[in-house]
């Protein structure tokens, strides 16, 4: 097949050219192709496909490393094909899955069942994280491992194993097994408070502050993200000091939906001060776009962990996106029911559908002249594929994967939740305007958002 006549991002460039893919895999990228060489390439197309792709911009696939896919028991919310499918059809072409499942993903028999019913039924790649199992239990880890997930993931305010992550002991010994296992630590920085005491602050705040997003701010403060980052870190450094670790064997940490500036400098700072640490973070398109201020119909429908935090903030990572200063962005796609997002606020879960307006807020971004092209496609694709060792993925050059997304402009129009492929069609982002067209998207040279392609996502190991 060979994409012809559109721009292809390149090295920080868009390149007029073509791409000749083959097996699935970028095969040649030409730039500035005279007739002869046109015609040299037709030669090598085997099956003579040809896509005209004028006025298109050509990117690399996205690569998200936080989704709640659902699916098994909560298939009413989401399940691997319909959110796998709301990947596809936004140019998202490699996603990490979450283990908060139903039951959790805490044993290698739940993960094998979970690898079992998405092979067959996902439309994008899919890494898989587990929970972490209980009393840390040493062989259910390895089988865990060997079953090929990308990392376990810790949740301390709502604990998938019943330990208790504030106990050093506890953050201590599981450092020890990503260092010994070169295993990733998806971390949930929060520290936790009991639900009796979340009540109690809920009725306390409820007639002092009517706007619902700002309470629920207030009842998960900045303050114990930064703990519980700090915490990590310190026992992070102190794992590595006291046990003479090299730079191969240091842990490997991952923090989830960085949401404050006090968290995200101690990230940053950390990373200044040690830079082989092996320690990296992600921030979610809502902690960019959104913030507790805004006014929903539904507050519920913005309920999200870590919630939505104040316009300075908001503001603050809105610029440090603009000065490429990220290092990636990644959904946190949690799907809920309309009917479960109706209840009463405290009861409402937290969450929301990210996959299907990710793409569209950013690029939309891009074509305002707000945020660079580059940048974009650094927290995008190529920071995740290179923090993650997708060594096939991210970039569109010879010997990659054809995972790609074609977009093109259009004059603007509305998000509609409501035309979501995700099973949640609520979004706080309803009505925001974006003028980008999700024009194609390939797995692996293959066309993925056409309405009855069958699935072709591989779990990613
Ligand atoms: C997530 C969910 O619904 O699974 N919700 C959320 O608000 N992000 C859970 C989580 O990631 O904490
Ligand atoms: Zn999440």
Known sequence: MILKNGKFYQNGFLIDGALLIEGGVIKETISDPSKQDFADLKDKNEDGRIIECKNKIILPGIIDCHTHLRDMSQEHKETFRTATKAA???????VFNMPNTDPPAITSSIVQKWMNKAKNNIYVDVGFIAGIPKQLNPEEIKNIIDLGVVGFKMYPHESLNGLDWTIKGNIQLLLQISSRYKIRIFIHPQWPRSATDTRELFENYFFRDSNLLKLHDKLFPCTSETQFVQYVLENYENFIKTDHLSPEEYPIVHFCHISCKDSYSLIKNILVKSPHYKISYEVTPHHIFLSNEISLSK??????????????????????????????????????????????FLDAPSGFPGLETYPLLFLHEVTKYKLSLVNFVKIASENPAKVFHLQTKGFIEEGYDADLLIIDKCSEYKINPSRFHSKSKISPYEGMKTNIEIWKVFLRGIEINIKDRTPIGKIIS
Not at 88 to 94: K, L, M, N, P
Not at 311 to 321: A, M, N, S
């Open 88 to 94: 596809a059809f936004s140019g998202i072409t490699t």
């Open 299 to 344: 507050a519920a429908v913005g309920k999200v962990m870590p919630p939505l935090r104040d316009l300075g903030v908001k503001e603050f990572f809105y610029r440090e996106l603009r000065m490429g200063n990220l290092l990636m962005i990644a959904t946190d796609h949690a799907p809920h029911t309309l009917k479960e997002k109706a209840a009463e």
